[in-house]
């Protein structure tokens, strides 16, 4: 069966999408630690980061790059980088905006509305 992930990457499952190319994908985390917590994923189905092939590693990191740099001029914030690796069998990168009420591990809870408003915000076409 596909990951979540893919399934988000093939259309079956809705997200609210910041940036997509030919290899990656990013978009907002449905339960985030704060608010413009993104995902970036790579569109390969691969459980482990380490264990994609170079070219979808280097396309990862590089859309992580680039989304990072992008999220800190919209919102102003420093952007921190989490590799955990056990809650989806798909390799990912979770992009979180850091602010000084930030407390790791508490998901905050958002309405459709404040979600669209922050896809919105950091959105690149």
Same mark, same amino acid.
């Given at each position: ?24 994908? !990013? ?49 102003? !914030? #420093?952007?921190? $980088? ?8 798909? !390799? ?9 009420? $930030?407390?790791?591990? #508490? ?11 922050? #896809?919105?915000?950091? !959105?690149?076409?």
């Amino acid at each position: 069966m596909s990951s979540v992930f893919t399934q988000i990457i093939k259309g079956e499952i809705p997200c609210y999408k910041i940036y997509e190319d030919d290899k990656t994908m !990013a978009f907002l985390d449905i339960n985030p630690e704060t608010k413009g917590h993104v995902l970036v994923v790579p569109k390969l189905e691969v459980d482990k980061i380490y264990d994609l092939p170079d070219e979808d590693f280097h396309a990862l990191m590089s859309t992580v790059k680039k989304l990072s740099s992008h999220m800190e001029k919209v919102l102003g !914030a #420093r952007i921190l $980088w989490k590799v955990i690796g056990t809650d989806v069998p798909h !390799a990912h990168v979770h992009l979180l905006p850091y602010d000084e009420s $930030w407390q790791h591990g #508490r998901t905050l809870e958002l309405t459709p509305e404040e979600f669209e408003e922050i #896809r919105s915000k950091l !959105a690149l076409d």
